[in-house]
Protein backbone atom coordinates (compact mmCIF):
# COMPACT_ATOMS: atom_id res chain seq x y z
CA UNK A 1 0.00 0.00 0.00
CA UNK A 2 1.09 3.55 -0.44
CA UNK A 3 -1.84 5.57 0.82
CA UNK A 4 -4.85 4.62 3.42
CA UNK A 5 -5.69 4.04 6.85
CA UNK A 6 -3.48 1.92 8.59
CA UNK A 7 -4.44 0.83 12.45
CA UNK A 8 -1.46 -0.14 14.65
CA UNK A 9 -3.18 -2.72 17.28
CA UNK A 10 -2.26 -2.48 21.35
CA UNK A 11 1.25 -4.07 22.03
CA UNK A 12 1.93 -4.22 17.62
CA UNK A 13 3.66 -3.40 15.09
CA UNK A 14 2.86 -2.61 11.66
CA UNK A 15 4.69 -1.12 8.52
CA UNK A 16 3.58 0.51 5.21
CA UNK A 17 5.23 1.74 1.83
CA UNK A 18 5.43 5.30 1.61
CA UNK A 19 6.16 7.75 -1.45
CA UNK A 20 8.62 10.74 -1.32
CA UNK A 21 6.35 13.77 -0.74
CA UNK A 22 3.42 11.81 1.23
CA UNK A 23 2.52 13.12 4.69
CA UNK A 24 1.99 10.77 7.57
CA UNK A 25 0.09 11.37 10.20
CA UNK A 26 0.39 9.32 13.82
CA UNK A 27 -2.96 10.37 15.59
CA UNK A 28 -2.20 8.77 19.56
CA UNK A 29 -6.31 7.81 19.39
CA UNK A 30 -6.57 7.71 23.20
CA UNK A 31 -3.92 9.58 23.97
CA UNK A 32 -0.31 9.09 26.66
CA UNK A 33 0.85 5.78 23.79
CA UNK A 34 4.24 6.09 23.07
CA UNK A 35 5.07 4.75 19.58
CA UNK A 36 7.97 3.72 18.30
CA UNK A 37 9.45 4.43 14.67
CA UNK A 38 11.78 3.57 12.15
CA UNK A 39 12.11 4.22 8.45
CA UNK A 40 14.22 2.85 5.86
CA UNK A 41 14.84 3.57 1.86
CA UNK A 42 12.50 1.69 -0.66
CA UNK A 43 14.99 0.73 -2.09
CA UNK A 44 17.86 -0.84 0.25
CA UNK A 45 16.67 -1.28 3.80
CA UNK A 46 20.41 -1.34 4.60
CA UNK A 47 19.85 2.40 4.15
CA UNK A 48 17.47 3.85 7.53
CA UNK A 49 16.77 6.43 9.49
CA UNK A 50 20.31 7.22 12.09
CA UNK A 51 18.86 8.65 15.05
CA UNK A 52 22.97 9.68 15.65
CA UNK A 53 23.39 11.10 11.90
CA UNK A 54 19.78 13.17 12.94
CA UNK A 55 21.03 14.50 15.96
CA UNK A 56 23.83 16.11 14.08
CA UNK A 57 21.85 16.99 11.15
CA UNK A 58 19.49 19.37 13.20
CA UNK A 59 21.68 19.58 16.57
CA UNK A 60 19.30 18.89 19.15
CA UNK A 61 18.20 16.05 21.68
CA UNK A 62 14.80 16.34 19.82
CA UNK A 63 13.11 17.50 16.59
CA UNK A 64 11.10 20.71 16.55
CA UNK A 65 8.74 21.01 13.92
CA UNK A 66 10.53 22.15 10.84
CA UNK A 67 13.67 19.61 11.45
CA UNK A 68 14.60 16.29 9.26
CA UNK A 69 15.61 13.28 10.28
CA UNK A 70 18.40 11.69 7.77
CA UNK A 71 19.59 8.55 6.96
CA UNK A 72 22.91 6.50 8.32
CA UNK A 73 24.12 8.17 4.53
CA UNK A 74 22.90 11.17 5.66
CA UNK A 75 20.32 11.96 3.20
CA UNK A 76 17.19 13.38 4.37
CA UNK A 77 13.98 10.87 4.99
CA UNK A 78 12.02 12.38 7.77
CA UNK A 79 10.88 15.44 8.11
CA UNK A 80 8.33 16.31 11.34
CA UNK A 81 6.15 19.24 9.64
CA UNK A 82 3.34 19.52 12.10
CA UNK A 83 2.66 18.67 15.75
CA UNK A 84 0.03 18.95 18.74
CA UNK A 85 1.21 16.01 20.65
CA UNK A 86 2.90 18.61 23.47
CA UNK A 87 5.52 16.06 23.48
CA UNK A 88 9.45 15.69 22.24
CA UNK A 89 9.51 12.63 20.54
CA UNK A 90 13.03 10.54 22.16
CA UNK A 91 15.75 10.38 19.81
CA UNK A 92 17.91 8.62 23.13
CA UNK A 93 16.43 5.56 24.34
CA UNK A 94 16.92 1.80 22.84
CA UNK A 95 13.47 0.45 21.65
CA UNK A 96 11.81 -2.03 24.16
CA UNK A 97 13.19 -5.90 24.05
CA UNK A 98 12.90 -9.42 25.37
CA UNK A 99 16.10 -8.90 27.52
CA UNK A 100 14.57 -5.00 28.92
CA UNK A 101 11.45 -7.16 30.23
CA UNK A 102 13.86 -9.96 31.65
CA UNK A 103 15.83 -6.89 33.36
CA UNK A 104 12.23 -5.40 34.72
CA UNK A 105 11.54 -9.09 36.21
CA UNK A 106 9.26 -10.54 33.34
CA UNK A 107 9.00 -14.44 32.97
CA UNK A 108 8.42 -16.14 29.53
CA UNK A 109 7.68 -13.87 26.40
CA UNK A 110 6.25 -10.51 26.42
CA UNK A 111 5.57 -8.40 23.07
CA UNK A 112 8.37 -5.54 22.92
CA UNK A 113 9.09 -3.39 20.16
CA UNK A 114 11.95 -4.93 18.73
CA UNK A 115 9.85 -7.95 17.75
CA UNK A 116 7.46 -6.00 16.38
CA UNK A 117 9.44 -3.93 13.96
CA UNK A 118 11.26 -7.21 12.52
CA UNK A 119 7.68 -9.25 12.44
CA UNK A 120 6.16 -5.67 10.71
CA UNK A 121 8.71 -5.96 8.43
CA UNK A 122 8.73 -9.52 7.92
CA UNK A 123 4.89 -8.80 6.60
CA UNK A 124 6.18 -6.75 3.83
CA UNK A 125 8.79 -9.37 2.71
CA UNK A 126 11.37 -7.38 4.14
CA UNK A 127 14.56 -8.43 6.57
CA UNK A 128 17.56 -6.36 8.04
CA UNK A 129 20.28 -7.45 10.06
CA UNK A 130 20.43 -5.40 13.05
CA UNK A 131 17.67 -3.51 15.03
CA UNK A 132 18.17 0.50 14.36
CA UNK A 133 17.78 2.83 17.59
CA UNK A 134 13.81 3.74 17.28
CA UNK A 135 12.73 7.19 17.20
CA UNK A 136 9.98 7.29 20.09
CA UNK A 137 7.04 9.09 19.11
CA UNK A 138 5.59 10.69 21.98
CA UNK A 139 7.90 9.33 24.55
CA UNK A 140 8.47 11.86 26.95
CA UNK A 141 12.13 11.58 28.45
CA UNK A 142 13.45 15.04 30.47
CA UNK A 143 16.78 15.65 30.25
CA UNK A 144 18.36 18.22 33.01
CA UNK A 145 21.35 20.49 32.22
CA UNK A 146 23.68 18.17 33.85
CA UNK A 147 22.30 15.75 31.48
CA UNK A 148 20.36 13.36 33.44
CA UNK A 149 17.36 11.67 32.27
CA UNK A 150 14.73 10.20 33.60
CA UNK A 151 11.45 8.55 32.86
CA UNK A 152 8.24 11.12 32.11
CA UNK A 153 4.75 9.95 32.19
CA UNK A 154 3.07 10.44 28.90
CA UNK A 155 1.73 13.33 28.05
CA UNK A 156 0.01 13.76 24.78
CA UNK A 157 -3.36 14.03 24.96
CA UNK A 158 -6.00 12.02 23.29
CA UNK A 159 -6.30 12.38 19.12
CA UNK A 160 -3.38 14.72 19.18
CA UNK A 161 -0.89 13.63 16.68
CA UNK A 162 2.40 13.96 14.54
CA UNK A 163 2.37 14.69 10.82
CA UNK A 164 5.73 13.82 8.59
CA UNK A 165 6.53 14.44 4.92
CA UNK A 166 8.55 11.56 3.41
CA UNK A 167 11.53 13.02 1.87
CA UNK A 168 12.21 9.84 -0.01
CA UNK A 169 10.56 6.62 -0.88
CA UNK A 170 10.23 4.69 2.32
CA UNK A 171 9.26 1.89 4.25
CA UNK A 172 8.22 2.90 7.38
CA UNK A 173 7.64 0.54 10.56
CA UNK A 174 5.73 1.24 13.61
CA UNK A 175 5.19 -0.36 17.37
CA UNK A 176 2.46 0.61 19.28
CA UNK A 177 4.30 0.09 22.35
CA UNK A 178 3.74 -2.88 24.85
CA UNK A 179 5.32 -1.58 27.49
CA UNK A 180 2.74 -2.08 30.77
CA UNK A 181 5.68 -2.65 33.65
CA UNK A 182 6.33 1.07 33.70
CA UNK A 183 5.01 4.48 33.32
CA UNK A 184 6.57 5.97 30.53
CA UNK A 185 4.01 4.23 28.09
CA UNK A 186 1.23 5.22 29.87
CA UNK A 187 0.76 1.45 31.61
CA UNK A 188 -2.13 0.62 29.79
CA UNK A 189 -1.01 0.19 26.10
CA UNK A 190 -3.38 0.99 23.24
CA UNK A 191 -4.06 1.24 19.57
CA UNK A 192 -2.73 4.08 17.12
CA UNK A 193 -4.17 5.54 14.27
CA UNK A 194 -1.53 5.97 11.06
CA UNK A 195 -2.62 8.05 8.15
CA UNK A 196 -0.84 8.33 4.91
CA UNK A 197 -1.46 10.16 1.97
CA UNK B 1 46.55 -10.30 21.48
CA UNK B 2 44.75 -10.03 24.84
CA UNK B 3 46.90 -7.42 26.51
CA UNK B 4 49.94 -4.71 26.01
CA UNK B 5 50.05 -1.90 24.39
CA UNK B 6 48.10 -0.69 20.95
CA UNK B 7 49.23 2.62 18.77
CA UNK B 8 46.17 3.93 16.97
CA UNK B 9 48.20 5.66 14.44
CA UNK B 10 46.66 9.27 13.46
CA UNK B 11 43.71 9.09 10.90
CA UNK B 12 43.40 5.12 11.65
CA UNK B 13 41.64 2.43 13.16
CA UNK B 14 42.60 -0.57 15.15
CA UNK B 15 40.97 -3.37 17.08
CA UNK B 16 42.40 -5.59 20.10
CA UNK B 17 41.06 -8.69 21.96
CA UNK B 18 40.14 -7.91 25.60
CA UNK B 19 39.12 -10.78 28.49
CA UNK B 20 36.76 -10.03 30.96
CA UNK B 21 38.26 -8.21 33.91
CA UNK B 22 40.64 -6.25 32.17
CA UNK B 23 41.21 -2.53 31.72
CA UNK B 24 41.55 -0.59 29.12
CA UNK B 25 43.47 2.31 29.08
CA UNK B 26 42.93 5.32 26.39
CA UNK B 27 45.75 7.79 26.30
CA UNK B 28 45.22 11.38 24.52
CA UNK B 29 48.62 11.46 23.80
CA UNK B 30 48.97 14.92 22.58
CA UNK B 31 46.04 16.26 23.44
CA UNK B 32 42.32 17.21 21.63
CA UNK B 33 42.44 14.05 19.85
CA UNK B 34 38.90 12.49 19.47
CA UNK B 35 38.84 8.78 19.54
CA UNK B 36 35.65 6.79 18.44
CA UNK B 37 35.20 3.55 19.88
CA UNK B 38 32.95 0.35 19.85
CA UNK B 39 32.86 -2.80 22.12
CA UNK B 40 31.66 -6.48 20.38
CA UNK B 41 31.11 -9.70 22.67
CA UNK B 42 33.93 -11.73 21.86
CA UNK B 43 31.49 -14.75 21.37
CA UNK B 44 28.94 -13.21 18.63
CA UNK B 45 30.45 -9.97 17.03
CA UNK B 46 26.31 -9.17 16.67
CA UNK B 47 25.99 -8.48 19.88
CA UNK B 48 27.68 -5.07 20.39
CA UNK B 49 27.89 -2.06 23.12
CA UNK B 50 24.72 0.38 22.07
CA UNK B 51 24.62 3.63 22.83
CA UNK B 52 20.90 3.99 22.84
CA UNK B 53 21.06 1.00 25.76
CA UNK B 54 23.33 2.32 27.74
CA UNK B 55 21.74 5.87 28.26
CA UNK B 56 18.61 3.64 29.67
CA UNK B 57 20.93 2.01 31.58
CA UNK B 58 22.89 4.72 33.67
CA UNK B 59 20.33 7.36 32.56
CA UNK B 60 22.85 10.12 31.28
CA UNK B 61 23.47 11.74 28.16
CA UNK B 62 27.47 11.16 28.61
CA UNK B 63 28.61 8.37 31.70
CA UNK B 64 30.53 9.21 34.43
CA UNK B 65 32.95 7.38 36.07
CA UNK B 66 31.61 4.02 37.33
CA UNK B 67 29.14 4.14 35.06
CA UNK B 68 28.67 1.31 32.74
CA UNK B 69 27.96 0.67 29.12
CA UNK B 70 25.51 -2.54 28.07
CA UNK B 71 25.04 -4.08 24.51
CA UNK B 72 22.01 -4.80 22.48
CA UNK B 73 20.87 -7.22 24.75
CA UNK B 74 21.42 -5.37 27.49
CA UNK B 75 24.55 -6.74 28.95
CA UNK B 76 27.24 -5.01 30.58
CA UNK B 77 30.58 -4.70 28.26
CA UNK B 78 32.47 -1.68 29.45
CA UNK B 79 32.48 0.34 32.67
CA UNK B 80 34.16 3.87 32.67
CA UNK B 81 36.16 3.15 36.20
CA UNK B 82 38.53 6.51 35.94
CA UNK B 83 38.99 9.41 33.88
CA UNK B 84 41.63 11.98 33.70
CA UNK B 85 40.12 13.93 30.39
CA UNK B 86 37.76 17.04 31.71
CA UNK B 87 35.54 16.02 28.96
CA UNK B 88 32.78 13.96 28.98
CA UNK B 89 32.67 11.32 26.32
CA UNK B 90 29.74 12.02 23.73
CA UNK B 91 27.26 9.32 23.06
CA UNK B 92 24.58 10.82 20.91
CA UNK B 93 26.80 12.07 17.23
CA UNK B 94 27.27 9.34 14.63
CA UNK B 95 30.99 8.83 13.72
CA UNK B 96 32.06 10.16 10.61
CA UNK B 97 31.61 8.40 7.26
CA UNK B 98 32.61 9.54 3.83
CA UNK B 99 28.81 10.91 2.98
CA UNK B 100 29.54 13.05 5.96
CA UNK B 101 32.64 14.30 4.25
CA UNK B 102 30.71 14.20 1.34
CA UNK B 103 28.27 16.94 2.99
CA UNK B 104 31.45 19.18 3.78
CA UNK B 105 32.73 19.49 0.60
CA UNK B 106 35.18 16.83 0.65
CA UNK B 107 36.40 15.52 -3.28
CA UNK B 108 37.25 12.14 -3.41
CA UNK B 109 38.07 9.71 -0.71
CA UNK B 110 38.66 10.85 3.15
CA UNK B 111 39.50 9.08 5.87
CA UNK B 112 36.57 8.24 8.21
CA UNK B 113 36.03 6.55 11.59
CA UNK B 114 33.00 3.65 10.04
CA UNK B 115 35.45 2.51 7.31
CA UNK B 116 38.09 2.45 9.68
CA UNK B 117 35.86 0.22 12.44
CA UNK B 118 35.10 -2.33 9.48
CA UNK B 119 39.36 -2.14 8.30
CA UNK B 120 40.23 -2.68 12.19
CA UNK B 121 37.44 -5.42 12.64
CA UNK B 122 38.40 -7.19 8.94
CA UNK B 123 42.32 -7.48 10.46
CA UNK B 124 40.61 -9.71 13.25
CA UNK B 125 38.45 -11.71 10.96
CA UNK B 126 35.14 -9.82 12.13
CA UNK B 127 32.61 -8.68 9.74
CA UNK B 128 29.34 -6.78 11.27
CA UNK B 129 26.24 -6.32 9.30
CA UNK B 130 25.82 -2.79 10.13
CA UNK B 131 27.68 -0.06 11.99
CA UNK B 132 26.48 0.67 15.42
CA UNK B 133 26.88 4.19 16.76
CA UNK B 134 30.00 4.87 18.41
CA UNK B 135 30.88 6.09 21.44
CA UNK B 136 33.12 9.11 20.96
CA UNK B 137 35.88 9.73 23.26
CA UNK B 138 37.14 12.76 24.38
CA UNK B 139 34.38 14.49 21.71
CA UNK B 140 33.29 17.45 23.50
CA UNK B 141 29.26 18.10 22.74
CA UNK B 142 27.69 20.46 24.97
CA UNK B 143 23.84 20.51 25.42
CA UNK B 144 21.63 23.47 26.93
CA UNK B 145 18.69 22.98 28.95
CA UNK B 146 16.54 23.00 26.20
CA UNK B 147 18.33 20.40 23.81
CA UNK B 148 20.53 22.58 21.62
CA UNK B 149 23.82 20.67 20.51
CA UNK B 150 26.95 22.19 19.60
CA UNK B 151 30.16 20.98 18.34
CA UNK B 152 32.56 22.17 21.38
CA UNK B 153 36.73 22.44 20.85
CA UNK B 154 37.78 19.73 22.23
CA UNK B 155 39.62 20.20 25.49
CA UNK B 156 41.58 16.92 26.68
CA UNK B 157 44.67 17.51 27.91
CA UNK B 158 47.84 15.87 26.42
CA UNK B 159 48.43 12.83 28.15
CA UNK B 160 44.74 12.85 29.77
CA UNK B 161 43.40 9.49 29.64
CA UNK B 162 39.88 7.41 30.35
CA UNK B 163 40.35 4.02 31.67
CA UNK B 164 37.32 1.30 31.04
CA UNK B 165 36.96 -2.10 32.40
CA UNK B 166 35.43 -4.78 30.14
CA UNK B 167 32.92 -6.85 32.02
CA UNK B 168 33.13 -9.77 29.22
CA UNK B 169 35.39 -10.85 26.91
CA UNK B 170 34.80 -8.45 23.79
CA UNK B 171 36.59 -7.20 20.67
CA UNK B 172 37.50 -3.59 21.54
CA UNK B 173 38.04 -0.91 18.14
CA UNK B 174 39.02 2.39 18.15
CA UNK B 175 39.43 4.93 15.15
CA UNK B 176 41.43 8.12 15.90
CA UNK B 177 39.08 10.64 14.36
CA UNK B 178 40.45 11.87 10.78
CA UNK B 179 38.23 14.95 10.77
CA UNK B 180 40.10 18.02 9.83
CA UNK B 181 36.93 19.73 8.45
CA UNK B 182 35.63 21.21 11.51
CA UNK B 183 37.24 22.17 14.90
CA UNK B 184 35.07 18.89 16.81
CA UNK B 185 38.87 16.76 16.87
CA UNK B 186 41.68 19.45 16.61
CA UNK B 187 41.32 19.99 13.15
CA UNK B 188 45.46 18.17 13.38
CA UNK B 189 44.71 14.51 13.68
CA UNK B 190 47.03 12.49 15.82
CA UNK B 191 47.89 9.02 17.27
CA UNK B 192 46.77 7.37 20.58
CA UNK B 193 47.89 4.85 22.76
CA UNK B 194 45.97 2.30 24.43
CA UNK B 195 47.19 0.21 27.11
CA UNK B 196 45.25 -3.38 27.78
CA UNK B 197 46.29 -5.00 30.94
Not at 140 to 163: C, F, H, K, M, Q
Request: glycine share 8%; with cysteine; aromatic share 8%.
Amino acid sequence: MTGGLVTIPARRGKAARVRGGQRIRVVNTHGTQVVDAWAFSAEDPAEWMAMEASRAWFMKLAAAVGDTFVTNRRRPILTLVEDTSRCPHDTLMAPCDRHRYGLLGVEGYHDNCRDNLHAALGELGITIPATPPSLNMFMNIPWTADGALSWGEPVSPPGSYARWRAEMDLVIAFSACPQDITLTAGLDPTDVLVRIR
